[in-house]
């Protein structure tokens, strides 16, 4: 079954409202990790607007299980990540206005950048990560890029307005991880999985790993964060 990667950001969304001291997203951290989460994933925005550079400090510092730093290109993330040095970075695309990450690295086009920042951060020993569409092409130029693990992005599967076409970008998503595991990489997913869409995506044996995040605090709110990581942590272990 699938490691569960508990994505903290909206806890400190919700701290970043009020401009406020909490809720603390460290003890976010520290409670999915009790509640059976196999890492804690955080996204540093170039606008910080919710997970901050002390947030990262501190989950560096206290987290039993492994930090994946999600995070743009630009250079002055990609200098923080080396500072800080988190088990793992997962490069994805960043624009201000969105309110979510709307689609994965472009991978092709971005060629020459993405190898730099990869280069750099592998120097610093952080396993490096690339959030893509699941498209075989991106999957090749992520090859070409030197990196052992991608993120497929389920976005498509999971926004999908009709069985049609759930059904339509699931066959795109399955597909495309059973393409890359046999290109001999790591396979990773997640964006917009919840209670009720996650369990598909399961049954596809060679993803190794689903980041999840805006469901389980969404979930959180209503019956406490522990029971929420628990309750996906099962249905992602087919219980």
Do not use: W
């Amino acid at each position: 079954m699938p490691r569960l990667g508990v994505n903290i950001d909206h806890i400190a969304t919700i701290r970043e409202i009020r401009h406020g001291l909490e809720p603390e997203p460290v003890f976010a951290a520290l409670i999915s990790e009790a509640a059976g989460a196999d890492s804690i994933v955080a996204h540093l925005r170039e606008d910080r607007r919710h997970i901050k550079e002390r947030d990262l400090c501190i989950l560096k510092e206290v987290i039993k299980t492994k930090l994946n730093l999600e995070m743009s290109i630009a250079d002055d993330i990609v200098d923080i990540a080396c500072k800080l040095r988190p088990d793992q970075s997962t490069l994805v695309p960043e624009k201000r206005q969105e309110l979510t990450t709307e689609g994965g690295l472009d991978i092709k086009s971005n060629f020459k950048k993405i190898k730099k920042t990869s280069d750099k951060l592998k120097k610093q020993n952080i396993e490096v990560s690339l959030f893509i569409d699941p498209d075989k092409s991106q999957i090749d130029a992520s090859k070409e890029i030197g990196i052992d693990m991608i993120e497929l992005h389920t976005g498509r599967y999971a926004d999908a307005k009709s069985q049609k076409e759930q059904e339509k970008y699931f066959r795109e998503l399955e597909t495309a991880a059973n393409y890359a595991k046999k290109k001999g990489l790591s396979v990773f997913a997640g964006h917009g999985l919840n209670y009720y869409n996650v369990t598909r995506v399961v049954k596809i044996d060679v993803i190794e790993e689903l980041n999840i995040g805006y469901s389980i605090i969404c979930r959180a709110a209503l019956v406490g964060l522990e029971r929420a990581v628990k309750e996906m942590k099962m249905l992602i272990n087919g219980k």
